[in-house]
């Protein structure tokens, strides 16, 4: 059993993990950088250790410090949450080096995932189908043409290191599949330090759909369903739901099990999410599988009843899953909204600042993963989300109204944040009908930007800062 968890991370993530350590009876160690002595994080904990200054590297992803602190302080455990090094290998070895249980996958499974095409060579070993694209890497800008003009353009040309939204470009000819190759590669080497690309067919406005895994150390592997997360900035997720709608019992099973296959086939433990895309047809193709915890796993939790985050701490101690597939069942509807410290107006640029006032909604089928606080400084050195905000509702169209609800009870100001565009997005034609996809932003951005702007909403904020 586990005694004592260090918390290798900060935010909503650290808070929701400290608090379900606390639940659990476990003692909890936080991690803070220069700056964040008064986060929501450093004082929750039982003990505090401040591992460097504000640049991620200097404290959140600094391996050694991390150790130090978790050894320092008698830990037996390692939460990593998700982002910074939660799928690092070299860290997760570094934590067995130690004596230290890394709680997520063995350290072999993150490297082998960690390369995402290698994880395609992978699946389709295993049987998952996976989108038609190159034999493993592509070595140079020729090949990658070569490999286009076999599966047909359009093409996405992707970094096999590649994470949120990052290193992949489209590409719709010979010369554009060099210009990729060329942005790609360099935009890879200086996010990740691996130029290293791949070639897949693009599949055109699909919808995202994946499925959250759990696996313990007995071998047995089961799936809580999907999530459709296919509202998305920048190849980056702002809406999620669950179950996804329109779902039928035949397809959840076909492909729930395709996305056990695949953790199996990996020799998968702890928690872990396949990703799909799925075209108009339901042709589903497996793009990657996330080696942790997932931001948007409290969607599943929602209409599950399952504790994800309790669970990863059981599969960690060594204990088999509380539940069997058979006992798994999707009741209800949950919706999650990212709430992003960003300018819409301008991009999505991250907008650090100071919150002046700050209000949080409440009531029944809401709940709220946050961890700013009135007064609080959001900091330019981090990612810029600020708060999920959930709702449940025994239909979808109720889940919808409590998050239409949900959000507008909400006050933050002091900084611009993606509020007011999820708000819209809940009284959208395509949003309401379900039917949305992967190109639902580019399509829909501009007229929600222009009805908020109309409706005074822009000036209503600026007034506000
Ligand atoms: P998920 O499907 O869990 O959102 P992502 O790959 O989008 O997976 O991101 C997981 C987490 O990694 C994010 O919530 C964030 O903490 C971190 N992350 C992703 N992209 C960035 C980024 N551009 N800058 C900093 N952190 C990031
Ligand atoms: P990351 O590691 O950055 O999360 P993913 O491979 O998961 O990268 O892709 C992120 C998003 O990019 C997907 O959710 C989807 O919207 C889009 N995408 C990825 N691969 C394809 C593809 N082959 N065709 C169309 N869209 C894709
Ligand atoms: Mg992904």
Not at 98 to 119: C, E, H, R, T, Y
Not at 124 to 148: H, I, L, N, Q
Not at 254 to 267: L, Q, S, T, Y
Request: charge should be negative.
């Amino acid at each position: 059993m586990l005694r004592k968890v260090l918390v290798a991370n900060r935010g909503e993530i650290a808070v929701r993990i400290i608090r379900e350590c606390m639940d659990a009876s476990l003692e909890t160690v936080a991690v803070y950088s220069k700056g964040e002595e008064d986060a929501l994080h450093t004082l929750m904990a039982g003990e505090a250790v401040c591992i460097g200054g504000p640049r991620p590297a200097d404290s959140y992803l600094n391996i050694d410090n991390i150790i130090s602190a978790a050894v320092n302080t008698g830990c037996d455990a390692i939460h990593p949450g998700f982002g910074f090094l939660s799928e690092n290998s070299d860290f997760a070895r570094a934590c067995e080096d130690n004596d230290l249980k890394f709680i997520g996958p063995a350290a072999d499974v993150i490297d082998m995932m960690g390369n995402k095409s290698a994880a395609r060579d992978m699946m389709k070993r295993a049987g998952v189908p996976v989108v038609p694209g190159s034999d493993g890497p592509v070595t140079t800008a020729e090949e990658a043409v070569d490999v286009a003009e076999q599966i047909g353009y359009p093409v996405l040309v992707k970094a096999s290191a590649g994470g949120g939204g990052r290193g992949m470009r489209r590409a719709d000819d010979r010369e554009g599949v060099i210009r990729a190759y060329s942005e790609a590669s360099a935009e890879a080497e200086s996010c990740f330090g691996n130029g290293e690309l791949y070639v897949e067919k693009l599949v055109e406005d699909p919808r995202h759909i994946e499925f959250q895994i759990l696996a313990d150390s007995q071998g047995n592997v089961i799936h809580l369903g999907e999530r459709n997360c296919s509202i998305q900035r920048r190849n980056q997720k702002m809406i999620e739901e669950a179950p996804a709608f329109g779902f039928s019992d035949q397809i959840r099973k076909k492909m729930g099990a395709a996305a056990v296959r695949a953790a199996e086939a990996a020799g998968y433990e702890n928690a872990g999410t396949i990703e799909f895309i799925m075209d108009d047809e339901d042709n589903y193709y497996f793009i990657e599988m996330n080696t942790r915890l997932q931001v948007e796993h409290p969607v599943t939790e929602m209409v599950t009843g399952v504790n994800i985050v309790n669970e990863q701490l059981r599969i960690a101690s060594g204990l088999p899953l509380s539940l069997k597939q058979e006992d798994v069942r999707i009741s209800g509807h949950a919706l999650e909204c990212r709430i992003a410290a960003e300018d819409v107006y301008r991009n999505f640029a991250p907008c650090p600042g100071r919150i002046d006032f700050l209000h949080f909604p409440a009531g029944n089928g809401v709940r709220v993963d946050s961890a700013v606080y009135n007064g609080c400084e959001i900091s330019p050195y981090y990612d810029s989300m600020i708060a999920k905000v959930i709702t449940t509702g025994g239909t979808r169209l109720e889940a919808v109204r409590r998050m239409r609800r949900a959000l507008e009870e909400t006050a933050i100001e002091g900084v611009s944040t993606t509020l007011p565009i999820q708000d819209l997005i809940m009284y959208s034609r395509d949003f309401l009908r379900g039917t949305y996809n992967t190109g639902y932003m580019e399509k829909h951005l501009q007229e929600i930007l222009d009805i908020y702007e109309a409706a005074g909403g822009r000036n209503e904020s600026t007034d506000r800062k």
